[in-house]
């Protein structure tokens, strides 16, 4: 199982961004994605799930209604658009399956 993030980057507030987290090595469509996030001196925290097959999805209340989770079975991709970035988004992103992490993408959110 290997799963790369990409997307992140240096945003002012307000600002948008997309996630991607590309996954190999095992059947994707048949396996729930996860989004999780960790600020500096924080612990890990879920951000956004999704079922196998799009169907059904989760978020943490901070960021209902700014952040979606999608994600394309034919590309074995799941994505994460985020919206209307608060300064408090800033961490580094991973996404999780099968219990295994990728490496992190970072979202600094700033002006």
């Known amino acids: 199982v290997q799963l790369v993030e990409s997307g992140g980057g240096l945003v002012q507030p307000g600002g948008s961004l997309r996630l991607s987290c590309a996954a190999f090595?095992?059947?994707?469509?048949?396996?729930?994605m996860i989004w999780y996030r960790q600020a500096p001196g924080k612990e890990r925290e879920l951000v956004a799930e999704?079922?196998?097959?799009?169907?059904?999805?989760n978020y943490a209340d901070s960021v209902k209604g700014r952040f979606t989770i999608s994600r394309d079975n034919a590309k074995n991709t799941v994505y994460l658009q985020m919206n209307s970035l608060k300064p408090e988004d800033t961490a580094v992103y991973y996404c999780?399956?099968?219990?295994?992490w990728g490496q992190g993408t970072q979202v600094t959110v700033s002006s």
């Open positions: 999780r399956a099968l219990g295994h």
């Open positions: 090595g095992f059947t994707f469509s048949r396996f729930g």
């Open positions: 999704i079922t196998s097959t799009g169907g059904r999805t």
